[in-house]
């Protein structure tokens, strides 16, 4: 709308004046419109108007008020011909909306174009957010496909691999691929040496951040190593939920960089991934991997 009419019938209720609050606040303009002006008497539309102006100061300009009876009630009429006989009929008095026509003239001629532009603006502005949100969430949806898909795939990789530590290089190939999927999806394709230097800083962050999750991983590897792979049954499982967890946090943390074009916000890529690990619930995620480590070794 390039011109809001906030018609209302006498005093503001609270509802009408929240109402009226949260389109001011759009920085919409608006004519504040006394409709129904007829049922009160010249005296109490001055009082009225008065009241009205207090309840708007400083959210409408002083000059938005504006009087109007749109539909006047129907009036009684006694009609008396020349024979001096009396009749009573209705008569529908015509709309008095003189002023506000008049306002309404005066602020098109004054703000007209003004007006248009503001509206375009603010509609351009919010059809841009709009869209950007939509777009946004779709790729944060096709963002959890593929780090879920790149999980189980890091996950049976390690799990089923014999060859001791040997498949912590092989984790970390597939976590430089799912990177780089995911900044095609977000619009930011990188290569994979710039996949990999965001790898190296997200992981590097997880190291010191979640120590003793790498510890286990690294553990298990040596005890293939030990154990010329025969502990692989027993130590697969475990360690290749760990490998699914820590691609799922190297996803996350990507793709929050991605969603801010390339950059950690102000408290930089420490305090990001801290947050992403304290909002994770560690346990389910671990479950969930096994799950889906498991469904995908039997298919």
């Known amino acids: ?70 539909r006047p009630a129907e009036q009684w009429v006694i009609r008396v011909d020349e024979q001096g006989n009396e009749t009573e009929e209705t008569r529908q008095p015509a709309p008095d909306v003189a002023a506000l026509r008049s306002r309404l003239w005066e602020v098109l001629e004054r703000e007209g174009k003004t007006l248009a532009a503001l509206n375009a603006s603010l509609f351009a502005g919010e059809l841009s957010s709009q869209v950007g949100a939509r777009v946004l969430a779709a790729r944060r949806t096709l963002g959890e496909r593929v780090i879920r898909t790149w999980c189980i795939a890091k996950g049976v990789a390690v799990a089923i691999n014999p060859v001791p530590v040997a498949d912590l290089v092989a984790a970390a190939v597939v976590d430089v691929s799912m990177v780089v999927h995911l900044s095609r999806i977000y619009g930011l394709p990188l290569k994979r040496s710039e996949a990999g230097g965001l790898v190296k800083t997200i992981g590097s962050l997880m190291l010191l951040l979640m120590g003793t999750v790498w510890g286990v991983h690294l553990a298990s590897s040596a005890l293939k190593l030990g154990t010329g792979g025969l502990s692989a049954v027993v130590t697969g499982g475990a360690q290749g939920a760990v490998a699914y967890y820590s691609t799922f946090v190297v996803g996350q943390a990507a793709e929050h960089s991605l969603a801010n074009g390339m950059s950690w916000g102000e408290g930089g890529p420490k305090h990001a991934v801290r947050l992403i690990l304290d909002s994770l619930d560690r346990d389910s995620i671990l479950e969930q991997a096994k799950a889906d480590i498991r469904a995908r070794l039997r298919a």
Do not use: C, M, Q, W
């Not at 209302?8 to 004519?31: K, Y």
């Open 1 to 70: 709308a390039d011109l809001v009419l906030f018609v209302v019938e006498g005093d503001l209720t609270d509802t009408e004046h929240a109402a009226l609050r949260e389109i001011a606040a759009a920085r919409r303009p608006v004519l504040l419109v006394l409709n129904k002006a007829d049922r009160y008497t010249r005296s109490e539309l001055e009082r009225l108007s008065e009241v009205l102006a207090g309840r708007v100061a400083g959210l409408l300009p002083p000059d938005s008020l504006v009087i109007a009876a749109a």
